[in-house]
């Protein structure tokens, strides 16, 4: 089952992966497994969380994981979580590394093709 | 003139003389001079004893064969006497001889006028007196001697009278240089005094910034008159030992002029300046000595009750350097961080409850620190037993010493001293032996302490902070503290419980004493009025039963309690007070009051009424009831009856705000100042609808989404702004989604219930489960929810029983409420 919380696009030579709603303990696995799927190899990943109304610690896991899959394929990643948004609070509050985070999908693309 | 002769002549024919030959070869010396003192005719016996020919003496003046002393004689009296008597008798008069010697004489002067011619000539008959005059000349130098003598021993006198005066050793160098300068002329007198434990001499006195020292290997006559323990004497110096009771304490070197003498009885005089400066010198050190014990004495006995005087043992040790400093050493340093050395093992923690980490262990006091110390020097001095303080080098070149502080046979950390102390030194290892037991043991009496409180603390947290009921109708918060300077925790215990659907009980109690043991009373007494509670016997009942419980309970005995339930349907209030401050009202639009009735003892009192009595009254909703321990209302100098008015007066002031902050008003209020000497418990029940919210959600995963939704909107509902609620969304959503996996572990069908309260601004929420726990693996995933309900809300209390509490709390920011 493809989850309509996830969405995945190229944009130059990255791709690009959208989440939506809300990524809790209920369907962080699932979110996950997804991503993994779905996102074949690229010069880089983009997890844009634009679009995510609210992260629990199990999306924070999900997270993790998605980061370390893609360091594995060699892939550069970057999360995308705006400013001043609940979900960027969450990451702050938590300690997500802040050289993997950018504002706007264009900061995080402009960095990956640089 | 020589008449006499004629018989002699007659009687005795014997020698053959004539006068001439009598003349010359007299007895005596003859001279004949003239007014002017031209010799006219001197006879052979003055030739044979002055060593001149007669031409040498004839025809010159008499005077030119005088000594200047005798020149000056004739002219000054010999001349006036002869010319007014016409002679002189017995004159001493002094003769230069031909070799330039001179010989002593007396002399009879004759004037013999010629009244035919009215010339005139001397006659002298000369005496050798030398044999007289050196007899005299013995004579008066043995009086000079004498002279000299009695002025030595009044110098030496007056030296041994400073001496006895002194009480510094180095005053006596004084007295001993003007000794040597007034009896015995030196050129230079030097003190040397002999270290008291090295083999050392060292110049003593205002010499300068730099003393020489010499060793006593040194060959020069210091060091060999010590080792003689006697006047040693070598070019041009004499020293002479300081010596008392037979032991040398230091030599005085005198120095002299080239070519003079040191006569035999300036030596003994020596020997008794060696001896009196040194008994001097011996009363000071023993005078030195005593004073140097007693303020040791004092100094330890001042140091053990200022280290009592602070509680944690960290305070203890910043106390210590300062009290060392600059009495003992002009930098200390306390390290306790010994035992988390190599085997820290064997040695205890030296903070267990530190919570600041090395910092706290090292502390120091002076310039220059802290120096640092390795595991090393930690091992030495650990091994180091009775071989301290062990010396050190410091970084800089400084040098120091290291000694253990220790504590029940174990070494619990490093004292480090270095520069010269302002007290009079230096210290005896014993000294510092005992400066180090009695502050390792106050440091580690302080930790053991330390260890106990806390001990005491978590239990009388625990306690504290258990289930709270939530209900809408009534509302219950409470402050504790503990005093600020006591370092036992205290027996005070508030409690707040449901005694049924429609009841809520709340009691505030003060065990007597301090300490683990009080707590632990606390603890079991309170669980006793809970369950007495539970049976709903009224407020009286539980009292009585009380009474029987600190029957078997001799720490209990004597604990006062206020206890009140209140019905939450009727308002109905019953309260009873065992020995306890009697609980203050706030009837809404009125003054509060004080609820005197329903009074009785202690529990377990012989002395006091044990009658058990309680009141009862109807509170409307908008009340408010405050139950308190002694603590809050006690003030040191003010009467009971003062620290209940001000009580009275600060919960009117504060009638309309949220309990929450009222409570932690009115404990800061009560306590600022001169409050806060005791345990303080203060407890406030508020009856009346505050904001609720109440889900039971089933235990699956897919259903916390909703709830999310549903808790958001009450909180929306109540005025809480965005920015504040989805962090308290986030909290629950974590606290709900950790029952259902580990409380209830998947098993769908659990009932996870969710409550939350809002009180002014202080959101209450709670999210509880039936399930049993199952500790999870510690994972940073599973740390990451509990981290995150940690940092979103002030307090987290989880509490595993049958199923798991988790109470939340937050202070909401920026609410319009």
């Known amino acids: 089952m493809t989850d309509e919380r996830v969405t995945v696009h190229g944009e130059r030579g990255c791709a690009v992966v959208r989440l939506h709603g809300e990524v809790d303990h209920g369907n962080a696995e699932l979110v996950e497994r997804d991503v993994l799927t779905t996102t074949r190899a690229?010069?880089?990943?983009?997890?844009?969380?634009?679009?995510?109304?609210?992260?629990?610690?199990?999306?924070?896991?999900?997270?993790?994981?998605?980061?370390?899959?893609?360091?594995?394929?060699?892939?550069?990643?970057?999360?995308?979580?705006?400013?001043?948004?609940?979900?960027?609070?969450?990451?702050?509050?938590?300690?997500?590394?802040?050289?993997?985070?950018?504002?706007?999908?264009?900061?995080?693309?402009?960095?990956?093709?640089? | 003139m020589v008449n006499p002769l004629e018989p002699v002549e007659t009687f005795i024919p014997l020698l053959e003389e004539s006068a001439e030959d009598l003349y010359e070869r007299a007895p005596c010396g003859y001279l004949s001079v003239l007014p002017d003192g031209t010799v006219a005719r001197v006879n052979q016996t003055f030739l044979d004893w002055t060593g001149y020919q007669r031409a040498e003496l004839l025809g010159h003046r008499v005077q030119n064969f005088y000594t200047i002393g005798g020149r000056i004689f004739h002219e000054t009296h010999l001349g006036p006497l002869l010319h007014m008597q016409g002679e002189v008798r017995g004159v001493a008069l002094e003769f230069r001889r031909a070799d330039g010697s001179r010989l002593d004489t007396l002399v009879n002067v004759v004037l013999r006028r010629?009244?035919?011619?009215?010339?005139?000539?001397?006659?002298?008959?000369?005496?050798?007196?030398?044999?007289?005059?050196?007899?005299?000349?013995?004579?008066?130098?043995?009086?000079?001697?004498?002279?000299?003598n009695e002025d030595r021993i009044r110098v030496l006198q007056e030296m041994v009278a400073r001496c006895a005066s002194i009480d510094r050793a180095e005053d006596i160098v004084a007295p001993i240089a003007t000794a040597g300068t007034e009896a015995f002329e030196a050129t230079d007198t030097v003190v040397w005094l002999l270290h008291p434990q090295q083999p050392v001499l060292t110049v003593t006195g205002p010499t300068g910034p730099v003393s020489p020292s010499v060793g006593l290997d040194d060959p020069g006559p210091e060091a060999r008159a010590v080792h003689a323990a006697e006047v040693v004497s070598a070019d041009g110096r004499v020293v002479t030992p300081l010596v008392a009771d037979g032991r040398v304490l230091g030599v005085v070197s005198f120095d002299f002029s080239a070519g003079r003498r040191v006569a035999a009885d300036e030596v003994e005089l020596m020997r008794t300046v060696g001896r009196q400066a040194g008994?001097?010198?011996?009363?000071?050190?023993?005078?030195?000595?005593?004073?140097?014990?007693?303020?040791?004495?004092?100094?330890?006995?001042?140091?053990?009750?200022?280290?009592?005087?602070?509680?944690?043992?960290?305070?203890?040790?910043?106390?210590?350097?300062?009290?060392?400093?600059?009495?003992?050493?002009?930098?200390?340093?306390?390290?306790?961080?010994?035992?988390?050395?190599?085997?820290?093992?064997?040695?205890?923690?030296?903070?267990?409850?530190?919570?600041?980490?090395?910092?706290?262990?090292?502390?120091?006091?002076?310039?220059?620190?802290?120096?640092?110390?390795?595991?090393?020097?930690?091992?030495?001095?650990?091994?180091?037993?009775?071989?301290?303080?062990?010396?050190?080098?410091?970084?800089?070149?400084?040098?120091?010493?290291?000694?253990?502080?220790?504590?029940?046979n174990a070494v619990i950390g490093i004292l480090l001293l270095a520069g010269s102390p302002a007290a009079p030194g230096p210290f005896p290892q014993d000294f510092l032996l005992a400066l180090v037991d009695r502050a390792g043991l106050a440091l580690e009496n302080a930790r053991l302490a330390e260890q106990d409180r806390e001990v005491a603390r978590i239990l009388q947290r625990s306690l504290l902070v258990s289930e709270r009921p939530t209900d809408p109708r009534f509302h219950v918060a409470t402050v504790y503290r503990p005093a600020e300077d006591r370092l036992e925790v205290g027996g005070d215990w508030y409690d707040a419980f449901?005694?049924?659907?429609?009841?809520?009980?709340?009691?505030?109690?003060?065990?007597?004493?301090?300490?683990?043991?009080?707590a632990s009373a606390m603890?079991?007494?309170?669980?006793?009025?809970?369950?007495?509670?539970?049976?709903?016997?009224?407020?009286?009942?539980?009292?009585?039963?009380?009474?029987?419980?600190?029957?078997?309970?001799?720490?209990?005995?004597?604990?006062?309690?206020?206890?009140?339930?209140?019905?939450?349907?009727?308002?109905?209030?019953?309260?009873?007070?065992?020995?306890?401050?009697?609980?203050?009202?706030?009837?809404?639009?009125?003054?509060?009051?004080?609820?005197?009735?329903?009074?009785?003892?202690?529990?377990?009192?012989?002395?006091?009424?044990?009658?058990?009595?309680?009141?009862?009254?109807?509170?409307?909703?908008?009340?408010?009831?405050?139950?308190?321990?002694?603590?809050?209302?006690?003030?040191?100098?003010?009467?009971?009856?003062?620290?209940?008015?001000?009580?009275?007066?600060?919960?009117?002031?504060?009638?309309?705000?949220?309990?929450?902050?009222?409570?932690?008003?009115?404990?800061?209020?009560?306590l600022a100042g001169e409050g806060g000497h005791d345990d303080t418990c203060l407890l406030a029940l508020a009856f009346d609808d505050a904001p609720r919210f109440h889900t039971d959600v089933p235990a699956r995963m897919s259903r916390i989404s909703p709830l999310r939704t549903e808790l958001n909107d009450w909180l929306a509902a109540c005025q809480v702004p965005e920015t504040e609620r989805y962090g308290i969304v986030l909290a629950c959503s974590e606290a709900v989604a950790n029952a259902i996996e580990h409380g209830y572990q998947g098993d769908p069908s659990g009932v996870v219930s969710v409550t939350a309260a809002l009180d002014g601004g202080l959101l209450d929420l709670r999210v509880s489960d039936t399930g049993r726990w199952r500790a999870p693996q510690a994972t940073v995933h599973r740390g990451r929810g509990l981290a995150l309900m940690g940092r979103l809300m002030d307090d987290l209390v989880i509490d595993r029983g049958t199923g798991t509490n988790v109470l939340m709390r937050r202070q909401l920011r920026g609410t319009t409420r």
């Not at chain 1, 892939?75 to 993997?100: E, S």
């Not at chain 2, 009215?118 to 130098?141: I, N, P």
């Not at chain 2, 910043?318 to 060392?324: A, D, H, S």
């Open chain 2, 523 to 670: 603890g079991q007494l309170r669980s006793a009025v809970r369950a007495l509670a539970k049976a709903r016997c009224g407020p009286a009942a539980v009292l009585r039963h009380m009474d029987d419980f600190v029957a078997t309970l001799e720490a209990g005995r004597m604990t006062t309690l206020a206890y009140a339930e209140l019905a939450l349907d009727t308002g109905l209030l019953r309260y009873a007070c065992a020995g306890h401050p009697p609980p203050l009202l706030l009837l809404p639009d009125t003054t509060p009051r004080y609820l005197w009735d329903g009074r009785s003892g202690p529990l377990g009192t012989h002395a006091a009424s044990r009658a058990r009595r309680e009141a009862e009254l109807t509170l409307p909703r908008g009340s408010r009831l405050l139950l308190y321990t002694d603590g809050l209302v006690e003030r040191r100098g003010e009467r009971i009856d003062q620290g209940l008015d001000r009580l009275a007066e600060a919960l009117d002031a504060r009638r309309t705000a949220p309990i929450a902050s009222l409570t932690q008003e009115i404990s800061d209020g009560m």
């Open chain 2, 279 to 408: 008994q001097a010198l011996e009363r000071v050190r023993l005078h030195e000595e005593t004073t140097r014990r007693a303020w040791q004495t004092a100094f330890l006995a001042r140091l053990g009750r200022d280290l009592d005087e602070a509680v944690g043992s960290a305070d203890r040790a910043r106390r210590l350097v300062c009290l060392l400093v600059p009495d003992i050493a002009q930098y200390a340093q306390v390290d306790l961080t010994l035992a988390q050395a190599t085997d820290g093992a064997t040695a205890p923690p030296p903070f267990a409850t530190s919570a600041t980490g090395y910092a706290d262990d090292v502390v120091s006091q002076g310039p220059g620190g802290p120096w640092p110390i390795d595991d090393g020097l930690r091992a030495t001095v650990r091994a180091a037993g009775e071989n301290i303080p062990v010396p050190l080098a410091g970084p800089d070149g400084r040098s120091g010493l290291v000694l253990p502080l220790r504590a029940r």
């Open chain 2, 114 to 148: 010629n009244p035919d011619t009215a010339s005139a000539v001397l006659r002298m008959t000369v005496f050798d007196a030398t044999d007289r005059r050196s007899y005299e000349r013995e004579l008066l130098g043995e009086r000079r001697r004498a002279e000299r």
């Open chain 2, 498 to 518: 449901t005694t049924s659907a429609d009841s809520v009980g709340v009691v505030v109690g003060d065990v007597v004493g301090r300490g683990i043991r009080a």
């Open chain 1, 42 to 114: 690229a010069a880089g990943v983009v997890i844009d969380l634009t679009g995510v109304t609210f992260l629990d610690s199990a999306g924070l896991r999900c997270l993790d994981q998605l980061v370390t899959a893609f360091r594995t394929r060699q892939a550069p990643v970057l999360v995308v979580a705006p400013d001043g948004g609940a979900v960027r609070g969450t990451l702050d509050l938590i300690g997500f590394l802040p050289d993997l985070l950018a504002g706007t999908l264009d900061e995080a693309l402009a960095e990956l093709t640089r």
